[in-house]
């Protein structure tokens, strides 16, 4: 399995502190097609503004990501910051500027350290090929416990192709984009009308299905590279070639989202919410996001304290459509609830064994219709208020 | 300074535990005037929906409440329950069924243990009397640390009356109402059709203006009697005497809504947010909102932590209008940052200093118009995490 036609690199810039990678370099051969998702916030960061602006004409052909500093509420000088960092790189790798997108995570409101971006940028062209992927990975975690990284391989028409990935972000993350940024790049051929809607319904489905504490970030970036360097023919729209590498795609974008949700900030538990019989599909989701962020069902889910009523309270606050009367609840398979009131009997102590186990899914019927949606959070631990009590310092 | 016509009494019913009061008595000498406003959530308690029932009839005179038990997703059989603790109180007292207020808070789930309450209704309505308004505010704690209770005195064309209320509620608080109950009582007389209007905007300024955990309760409520016992004349809508109680009853409230802040769940912080500039009222409350629930706005509160980005991060994706290049925020007087960037100089120094506070002001100007919003929040601590996590245990 390897990814034909990238190259990486990462190197010391000491943007935080040092010790350790905390600049990095997509590199493709060729200018790839692209497609990018960022942050719904609207207080965007200015290297997603900067990039947003670029993704619109479809192209990509290197990505520099800094962690440690965010480059988010840095007014006129940020998006001077993003921009010298881009031309720098540019002119570094030989390519046109346009071509290069820009991402930063890390601490919001501090300026770039633009000097040591400078020394460093020379180094990071220079070394690349020289790092892996899961080295990549390792240089854009900020709070991250583990690098994140995917691979699939696939075939269109006899020549087989991977979809590679790397994500980070470990608390602040929410559907439409948290402080999380993930890279996917395939050596297949996508075509540029194909590659929008495709990658847009995968983040949909993976990076906006999880949630570890509601907070939606200012520098979000998803972004997809194909460069075709596999040699496969232009995957086109309709097609069954378009139909399996969307599956790989979803694939590794969700692997993605449930690692980010494993590794969240203090995370002792990995928990599939799943609403069904809602009255419709946004419905669903609304109810699972309710429950998934609520800091009650959390801490219980913590204390492995079967304490479903808090999960019903938080599908009846959620704002979906819901008739108390009608909901069921289940701990993996375990019958908590049914038509609104406890099931009794053994339910209490077996439901407490569910929530022993590190993975669970909480299911909630709410009876009324076809409705569905799974959303992936984790418990809410005293890790969790240790680590953003003391991000900063 | 005291309450005319109403008389109280604790028992303990050992509803959840042995050793604490936690049934309670509120009964008016004569039939009052009163208003409620009861939980947004869908899933309501059973004594919710007695209550709100017999609220529209604009006159009660007794409300019995117990701790310990919410007697919510009790199903039928929790209506059946609440029907005859009111039944059984009622008949006790010598007055119609209509005229009682039930109340429930604790554990949801579980259904009322009828046994110990009703030999324990007997004694309640014979201890009439004999509690004082404090006793009622200890026995309707449940992770509560200290009672609330909060008296104003006033003068309606020479005659002196009292507002009185109590309030309990320390975590799941959030605006709508969350597992808060107050009731308030006032021997002015007050007249029906200015009641609930007043009784609402006052809620409105302070119980929905506070959030702790972004939790709403399927059992708030809060209640507002009037049984002119201090032989106030009537006040009617649009008088000097409605604008001065109107004045004392925001006060009451506000009072009662700020202490249930201070005893948060683990809260170690007392914290204002004040939005101004926005758009609207409204969009300023949304905003407000956001930052005040804000997991990592509230950890940072706890850790002492100037970290004003995610504050900006919050106000961007509270759904509020928003220019990122026009906010500005202050901590109490230190001006934090200005046109979206960071203040710089001793900003970060002194803005931390305020932070050590036990209590601070945090405000967030958008600059776009004359909306503003106020609410109350406290910090999200370890504290927090080991209470809801071990509630029911």
């Not at 980010?260 to 809602?278: H, L, M, N, Q």
Request: aromatic fraction near 6%; hydrophobic fraction near 45%.
């Amino acid at each position: 399995m390897s990814l034909k036609g990238y190259t990486f690199s990462v190197v010391e810039a000491a943007i935080k502190k040092p010790g350790r990678k905390d600049l990095a370099l997509i590199f493709s051969e060729t200018p790839a097609t692209a497609a990018a998702v960022f942050t719904t916030n609207a207080v965007k960061a200015a290297p997603v503004l900067l990039s947003a602006g670029r993704i619109a004409g479809g192209k990509a052909q290197a990505l520099v990501v800094n962690s440690g500093n965010a480059n988010a509420c840095t007014g006129a000088q940020g998006m001077l910051d993003a921009r010298e960092t881009s031309r720098l790189l540019a002119a570094g790798l030989g390519i046109a500027e346009e071509l290069v997108q820009v991402s930063s995570t890390g601490v919001i409101g501090v300026p770039l350290p633009m000097e040591r971006l400078r020394n460093a940028l020379p180094g990071l062209v220079a070394g690349c090929g020289s790092a892996t992927i899961d080295d990549l990975a390792a240089a854009i975690m900020t709070t991250d416990t583990f690098p994140k990284a995917v691979q699939r391989t696939g075939c269109a028409a006899g020549v087989s192709y991977t979809v590679a990935g790397v994500a980070k972000g470990a608390g602040m993350i929410m559907p439409n984009m948290a402080t999380m940024l993930s890279f996917v790049m395939t050596d297949a051929a996508l075509a540029p009308e194909l590659i929008d809607t495709l990658f847009r319904g995968a983040v949909d489905r993976s990076f906006n299905a999880i949630t570890i504490d509601g907070d939606t970030s200012t520098n979000d970036t998803c972004l997809l590279m194909a460069n075709g360097a596999a040699g496969t023919a232009v995957i086109t729209a309709g097609s069954p070639e378009a139909e399996e590498f969307a599956r790989l795609l979803d694939e590794v974008l969700l692997e993605l989202a449930k690692l980010i949700v494993r590794d969240g900030e203090g995370a002792t538990k990995f928990v599939e919410i799943r609403i069904s019989g809602a009255a419709s599909d946004a419905d669903a989701k609304q109810a699972a996001m309710a429950v998934a962020n609520s800091s009650l069902v959390k801490t219980a889910f913590f204390g492995q304290d079967a304490n479903w009523g808090r999960i019903f309270a938080a599908v009846g606050y959620s704002g979906a459509k819901v008739d108390p009367d009608l909901l069921a609840l289940w701990f993996d398979d375990v019958c908590m609830a049914r038509a609104g009131v406890f099931s009794g009997g053994d339910a209490e102590a077996q439901g407490t064994e569910v929530l022993r186990k590190k993975e669970f899914r909480v299911q909630v019927d709410l009876g009324l219709g076809q409705g569905s949606a799974t959303v992936y959070t984790s418990d809410l631990s005293h890790e969790y208020v240790s680590i953003n009590a003391d991000y900063r310092t």
